[in-house]
């Protein structure tokens, strides 16, 4: 081969590899511009302490019984120096006791540090009106639900379908009302007390937050503590509910009460994802997309799902049923 040939395939090659580092190069950069983007608008980035900011937190859907993740977000809101208010949007029917009252907690923990104010968009019944009660003030759309104050346990009885198939379950406890109810028999009259019992306690705890919280006489609370959810404009006349509307009126709340500064951006911070220390489950689904197997990926994060969403304890949990 020529040497004007071999030169000039090598000068080509020179500027493939140029080309190539260049693209890269780019797409890196174009990577970092979004990521920038996406920590100022979630109020995580440097460019969020530049000016002063509303932080809003959204609760949504079930609420179950790890809330570590959304402890840890209301800790970082409540460390931010750009956050002036806290805007906390429910949307919620409630859940297990023991996730609602662990938002209720970190919401006072973050109401020491900040001004904050509980906007119900759709529904904060039960667990869900739990974690509102953490705010200083609820502010509620007109056809919202709110209440639903009440503690429910359920498990089922699958004992008559057993016997009817001929399937019998033996098992060795160390007393009677241990692992009660059991599914596969009829819940004696003692362990039903028993559960019975924990509802009650439970229940009581409910009353007495809301009682304390919203400044409610015993009467005002009797009227209120009967399991039913009202509209928001019910709610302000029953005292569960200071005022109705949307997030301005939120927000107005804490310019004219709380002296935060007006017009304020409002920022969304989300709780930091189990990419930021990545599970053993969303990795091997990650690694299956990775590999074309598509459907190995999706069954892997089904799993993850149903592993999340895994009840345990009581619930405080809004459920509509319809009679046919």
Same mark, same amino acid.
């Given at each position: 081969?020529?040497?004007?040939?071999?030169?000039?395939?090598?000068?080509?090659?020179?500027?493939?590899?140029?080309?190539?580092?260049?693209?890269?190069?780019?797409?890196?950069?174009?990577?970092?511009?979004? #990521?920038?983007?996406?920590? /100022?608008?979630?109020?995580?980035?440097?460019? &969020? $302490?530049?000016? +002063?900011? =509303? @932080?809003?937190?959204?609760?949504?859907?079930?609420?179950?019984?790890?809330?570590?993740?959304?402890?840890?977000?209301?800790?970082?809101?409540?460390?931010?120096?750009?956050?002036?208010?806290?805007?906390?949007?429910?949307?919620?029917?409630?859940?297990?006791?023991?996730?609602?009252?662990?938002?209720?907690?970190?919401?006072?923990?973050? #109401?020491?540090?900040?001004? /904050?104010?509980?906007?119900?968009?759709?529904? &904060? $019944?039960?667990? +869900?009106? =739990? @974690?509102?009660?953490?705010?200083?003030?609820?502010?509620?759309?007109?056809?919202?639900?709110?209440?639903?104050?009440?503690?429910?346990?359920?498990?089922?009885?699958?004992?008559?379908?057993?016997?009817?198939?001929?399937?019998?379950?033996?098992?060795?406890?160390?007393?009677?009302?241990?692992?009660?109810?059991?599914?596969?028999?009829?819940?004696?009259?003692?362990?039903?007390?028993?559960?019975?019992?924990?509802?009650?306690?439970?229940?009581?705890?409910?009353?007495?937050?809301?009682?304390?919280?919203?400044?409610?006489?015993?009467?005002?609370?009797?009227?209120?503590?009967?399991?039913?959810?009202?509209?928001?404009?019910?709610?302000?006349?029953?005292?569960?509910?200071?005022?109705?509307?949307?997030?301005?009126?939120?927000?107005?709340?804490?310019?004219?009460?709380?002296?935060?500064?007006?017009?304020?951006?409002?920022?969304?911070?989300?709780?930091?994802?189990?990419?930021?220390?990545?599970?053993?489950?969303?990795?091997?689904?990650?690694?299956?997309?990775?590999?074309?197997?598509?459907?190995?990926?999706?069954?892997?994060?089904?799993?993850?799902?149903?592993?999340?969403?895994?009840?345990?304890?009581?619930?405080?949990?809004?459920?509509?049923?319809?009679?046919?």
């Amino acid at each position: 081969m020529p040497s004007s040939e071999a030169d000039l395939i090598a000068d080509r090659r020179r500027l493939r590899r140029k080309l190539s580092f260049w693209r890269v190069l780019a797409v890196l950069a174009a990577i970092g511009a979004v #990521a920038t983007l996406g920590l /100022v608008a979630t109020g995580r980035g440097p460019g &969020a $302490a530049v000016t +002063g900011q =509303i @932080a809003r937190v959204e609760i949504d859907g079930f609420i179950g019984s790890d809330q570590q993740r959304m402890a840890d977000l209301f800790k970082r809101v409540g460390e931010s120096g750009s956050v002036q208010g806290v805007i906390v949007s429910i949307d919620s029917p409630g859940g297990t006791t023991t996730g609602a009252e662990e938002l209720y907690r970190s919401l006072r923990r973050l #109401a020491e540090k900040k001004p /904050v104010v509980a906007f119900v968009e759709g529904t &904060a $019944a039960s667990g +869900g009106y =739990i @974690a509102a009660l953490g705010a200083e003030r609820i502010v509620a759309r007109e056809t919202a639900l709110v209440g639903s104050i009440g503690v429910l346990f359920q498990y089922p009885d699958v004992s008559a379908l057993l016997q009817r198939f001929g399937v019998k379950v033996e098992e060795i406890k160390s007393s009677p009302l241990k692992a009660a109810p059991s599914p596969f028999e009829p819940t004696s009259p003692e362990a039903r007390e028993a559960l019975a019992s924990v509802v009650r306690d439970t229940f009581e705890w409910f009353k007495g937050l809301v009682g304390e919280r919203r400044s409610l006489t015993p009467e005002g609370l009797a009227a209120v503590a009967d399991g039913r959810v009202h509209s928001g404009r019910q709610a302000v006349a029953l005292k569960l509910v200071d005022e109705v509307g949307g997030e301005r009126e939120a927000q107005g709340w804490l310019e004219r009460e709380r002296k935060v500064a007006k017009d304020l951006p409002i920022r969304t911070w989300k709780p930091r994802r189990d990419g930021d220390g990545i599970g053993l489950l969303s990795a091997a689904a990650f690694g299956a997309d990775l590999m074309g197997l598509e459907r190995v990926g999706t069954a892997l994060r089904r799993v993850e799902v149903a592993e999340r969403l895994r009840l345990d304890g009581l619930l405080a949990l809004w459920q509509p049923v319809v009679e046919k």
